[in-house]
């Protein structure tokens, strides 16, 4: 009887079979370093689908925010390099509105964007936070004038101010002021010491992290700490509606990987980064480290299991698993709609793939 009720992607252990799941290869439909006059340097790690089909882009060394068509045409220019009213020097990630106005934080000057991309408006306003914390980044609620704002504490992550947390807060721009606040774990992190003082910090790869996304709708967050591998929905006051286990299997870190993660981080970061960064890599991966939805209110966990690919298990919004999307090694998904998938290839190269039915 306990077999009978089982669901057909899961094995005899109560994992899922993630082989048995219908497989996707979504094909390229376009590739392109560049837009009109305007060349990448490097891109965001988001990008913005309209109901148009086209993009909002945006390069964070450049400094510009583009519209572009799927075919990689310039279609207007949001925002450019600047201090100036609507201009940006250091965007964190793009969000957009369900009327899909885009909302902008900028990193350096200290403000948020609020972009009316077909009226070609701008407003402006801070999101303040404490002293000892930064703002991350900011995302539209469907309250016209309320914000999620994401903070961090720098202190603590160099290993001086207290345990490090994902602060969450509900920003009121009327009232000028924050009405909710929830913390969350943060990845642990390995910090850079040259000649005995911290210079930064790296996040321990495959340890367990905070991930989180909205549905399509924008009524609720769905939050995950990976270790757990479950996945909790949470209205935007965060309380929590219901939590889904998703019963994946987790892997050993492998000697192959280790040395992988080595020469990466070796030939990308300061040399004295790997010392710190070995000591802390767990035994045992989390079973997936990046986590989206998309239009259809699916869940997208990238798998990190072996494999030549980068694997996506694609779930219902019940939590029941559908399919296995299979896109390159290398680079990011940037969005995914009903016309495409974007893919940040590398910092200077967008690509765009076919839609997942």
């Known amino acids: 009887m306990i077999q009978g009720c089982g669901s057909q992607d899961e094995t005899e252990s109560g994992v899922i079979d993630t082989d048995s799941l219908p497989l996707d290869r979504p094909a390229q439909l376009a590739s392109f370093d560049h837009t009109g006059d305007f060349y990448f340097s490097h891109l965001n790690y988001t990008t913005i689908p309209l109901s148009s089909g086209n993009i909002l882009i945006h390069d964070r060394e450049e400094g510009f925010i583009l519209e572009i068509t799927a075919e990689g045409e310039t279609v207007k220019q949001i925002a450019r390099e600047g201090r100036g009213p609507g201009e940006i020097l250091d965007a964190s990630r793009l969000h957009a ?50 914000f999620l704002v994401f903070q961090w504490k720098p202190s603590a992550i160099m290993g001086d101010g207290g345990d490090p947390v994902n602060r969450l807060l509900i920003y009121d721009r009327d009232s000028e002021s924050y009405t909710i606040e929830q913390n969350f774990p943060e990845q642990q992190m390995a910090q850079l010491i040259v000649d005995d003082q911290v210079r930064g910090a790296s996040p321990v790869p495959y340890s367990p992290q905070f991930l989180y996304a909205f549905s399509s709708d924008r009524d609720h967050i769905f939050v995950s700490w990976t270790e757990t591998n479950e996945i909790a929905k949470l209205t935007a006051d965060f309380d929590t509606v219901t939590t889904l286990q998703i019963p994946l299997e987790k892997e050993p870190l492998t000697r192959a990987e280790i040395d992988s ?47 030549a690919d980068q694997e996506w298990m694609v779930l219902s919004a019940d939590g029941d698993p559908q399919k296995m999307v299979r896109l390159p090694k290398e680079g990011m998904i940037t969005h995914i709609s009903e016309d495409h998938i974007g893919f940040r290839e590398n910092d200077y190269t967008f690509s765009l793939y076919e839609a997942v039915q």
Request: negative net charge; proline residues 4%; without cysteine.
């Open 97 to 146: 509105d369900a009327n899909e106005k885009l909302v902008v934080y900028d990193q350096f000057n200290q403000k948020v964007v609020r972009y009316d991309t077909a009226n070609d408006e701008h407003e402006e306003f801070t999101a303040p936070a404490p002293e000892d914390y930064r703002v991350r980044t900011v995302y539209p609620l469907n309250e016209e004038n309320q």
């Open 261 to 307: 993660l080595e020469e990466w981080t070796n030939s990308n970061r300061h040399h004295d980064q790997w010392r710190t960064i070995e000591e802390k890599l767990p035994e045992t991966k989390v079973s997936f480290d990046e986590f989206k939805i998309d239009h259809l209110d699916r869940f997208w966990l990238k798998l990190t299991r072996q494999s």
